[in-house]
């Protein structure tokens, strides 16, 4: 069996630089060569599981099939190499210790004095070496090459043990088996009008000073790096200029990995990990990503979606359902216009406490196309969730949403429809008159960490438009909710229109609703945002994002296919001479006529 290859992204001067996405894209370089990658997310917190971060603190929350609550760069490695990860391909300090610990109270060091080295860092080690070989594809096969991101910045103290782990770890891998990339900022002050280079030199001392050298720099920055930059940080980071990548900022994260392999990160590869790659790569080498990098850039017709949440704030927090959008759009043919709306807003009260920013929220939210209402915990904003739901049902305002989205749908629906002004969930109002949403079984109360409905679940659908999307009757999609609607309303909110169509197995959990007589009014217990794919969007987001276009009821007749003048973006000058080129009468001894070209 061939030995693993470690490729282990590290992180300097400042957090949040693009690591995941550069990881991301090496994967998806070595994957367009055949190579079967898996990945790793290294978090030096404390803390267990990212399932109790505030939203604000570390952005959205991801969830991955076998239920693991992780880090939001795992969803950036799902999408971009189309894998399928697990709770232990993120590491955090807090599980690393946790292991430490519980083999400390079994005996198993013999009486020995536990420290950080070697006891935490040969965990760290075997941690790795162990994931490394777990299959993350529908076949099953093993991988080769495994890319660690190592979160936050070289020197953290958080970081250290890690650092320290992988010093060793890159001898007990051997050389070839084991390389470095580190990613680093070059700032470009308004003041001197020129990049800098010593953060990056004083960061790349830094992770030698620990034991870590270097194999490529990747240097990130706000313009392109002139080739003298790039000289002076080879000649002072002790690499080759060959070794330094340079990254700028993108019209779209698509064109990384594109970027990456034009500067020659595959021979390098190649070479340093001994990977046996054929070369040169063939010239249609990586064109479904020129394709879809291509197709990004030239969509023009914009569509307005808001997105009303309770954590606007940061737009991190919803990352995952912005990338579902984005895909949606993708495949229509259209560009992303994404508005969003703080749900606390759009409340009544405001109208006294803030009218201006009451008005401006209602102001966005009426010139949207459509709307998504998506996940979120705690009783702030669900009263304006609820409103936008109202607004959108009775204007007939496209509109999905999701987990949280959901549960206001039908507080709302019970409330204007039926009558029951009490209608609250316990979340909120736990003495509410009429409970329409009510915590599981499965919840504890008083412990917060991994007690909800989580990971992937089987949903059982009844004929509708979300049935016809998904083309199948019974999906998986992942959840994490803690709260349920109440099955004894289900009867009276199903005889006065609000459908419920999607049930677990046992038809007492309500998983999908819509109103029939509504252009779209989806609402979806589940995540659906965490299995879209740039290539293969998510059924429900591509459904509001069609229904928002005014698509929806073609596309459904044309048996959810799309035809290629609906899914290009162009002209209708362009599309007579598509129209043209098109049609074989024209074509004289295969050659357009008229002046006409045949692209």
Not at 156 to 169: L, N, T, Y
Not at 512 to 540: G, I, K, M, T, W
Request: charged share 25%; hydrophobic share 35%; with cysteine.
């Amino acid at each position: 069996m061939p030995d693993m290859k470690y490729i282990l992204v590290t992180g300097g001067v400042i957090s949040g630089i693009g690591k995941g996405v550069i990881a991301s894209s090496f994967g998806t370089i070595l994957k367009s060569c055949g190579i079967d990658v898996t990945s790793i997310k290294i978090d030096p917190y404390i803390n267990i599981d990212a399932g109790t971060f505030s939203p604000y603190e570390h952005g959205e929350v991801y969830v991955l099939d076998d239920g693991g609550e992780v880090d939001l760069d795992l969803g950036n490695y799902e999408r971009f190499l189309d894998i399928t990860l697990h709770r232990d391909n993120n590491i955090t300090t807090g599980k690393i210790y946790q292991q430490v610990i519980e083999r400390e109270r079994r005996g198993d060091y013999l009486g020995k004095t536990v420290q950080v080295i070697p006891h935490i860092t040969d965990s760290i080690q075997e941690w790795v070496q162990r994931v490394a070989h777990i299959p993350v594809t529908p076949e099953n096969t093993p991988p080769k090459v495994c890319i660690v991101e190592l979160g936050g910045t070289i020197g953290d103290i958080e970081g250290m043990s890690f650092v320290e782990a992988f010093r060793q770890f890159q001898f007990r891998v051997k050389r070839e088996n084991f390389c470095c990339a580190h990613v680093s900022l070059v700032p470009m002050p308004k003041s001197t009008g020129e990049p800098k280079t010593k953060p990056t030199q004083s960061s790349v001392r830094e992770l030698r000073g620990l034991g870590l050298s270097p194999d490529l720099i990747l240097c990130r920055s706000e313009k392109p790096i002139d080739h003298t930059v790039k000289e002076k940080i080879s000649n002072f980071c002790h690499v080759g200029p060959e070794q330094v990548i340079c990254i700028h900022d993108l019209s779209s994260v698509y064109h990384v990995p594109l970027l990456m392999e034009n500067q020659g990160v595959v021979q390098y590869l190649n070479e340093r990990l001994q990977l046996n790659i054929s070369m040169p790569r063939p010239g249609r080498f990586m064109q479904k990503w020129r394709n879809l990098a291509k197709r990004v850039d030239n969509l023009r017709k914009e569509v307005n979606i808001a997105l009303v949440g309770k954590y606007t704030k940061l737009e991190d927090s919803y990352a995952s359902v912005t990338k579902a959008l984005q895909h949606a759009c993708i495949a229509s043919g259209c560009k992303l216009n994404l508005t969003y709306i703080e749900a606390v807003n759009l409340e009544k009260q405001m109208k006294i406490d803030d009218p201006v920013n009451y008005h401006k929220a209602w102001q966005d939210l009426c010139k949207s196309d459509g709307v998504i209402v998506p996940g979120g915990f705690g009783q702030r904003g669900m009263e304006g969730k609820i409103e936008a739901c109202q607004w959108c049902r009775e204007t007939q305002k496209p509109m999905l949403g999701i987990c949280l989205g959901l549960q206001a749908a039908v507080i709302e629906f019970a409330r204007n429809v039926l009558g029951l002004k009490g209608a609250n969930t316990t979340e909120v109002n736990p003495e509410c008159e009429d409970k329409l949403v009510i915590d599981m079984p499965e919840h504890h109360t008083g412990k917060l960490g991994g007690t909800m409905r989580l990971g992937k679940r089987k949903t059982y659908l009844e004929q509708s438009v979300i049935t016809r999307l998904y083309n199948k009757e019974v999906i998986e999609e992942r959840h994490r909710h803690r709260y349920e609607v109440n099955p004894e309303y289900i009867e009276r909110l199903e005889a006065a229109g609000l459908r419920f169509v999607g049930k677990d197995e046992t038809k007492t959990r309500m998983e999908v609703a819509v109103v029939d007589s509504h252009p779209y009014y989806v609402a979806v217990q589940f995540h659906p945002e965490y299995l879209s794919r740039p290539l293969s969007p998510s059924p429900p987001f591509l459904g509001l994002i069609l229904a928002s276009l005014g698509k929806l009821k073609s596309y459904l007749s044309k048996g959810c296919r799309f035809s290629p003048r609906n899914q290009s973006d162009v002209s209708s000058d362009e599309e007579d001479i598509l129209t043209l080129i098109e049609d074989k009468s024209i074509i004289e001894n295969g050659k357009p006529v008229n002046g006409v070209k045949n692209d």
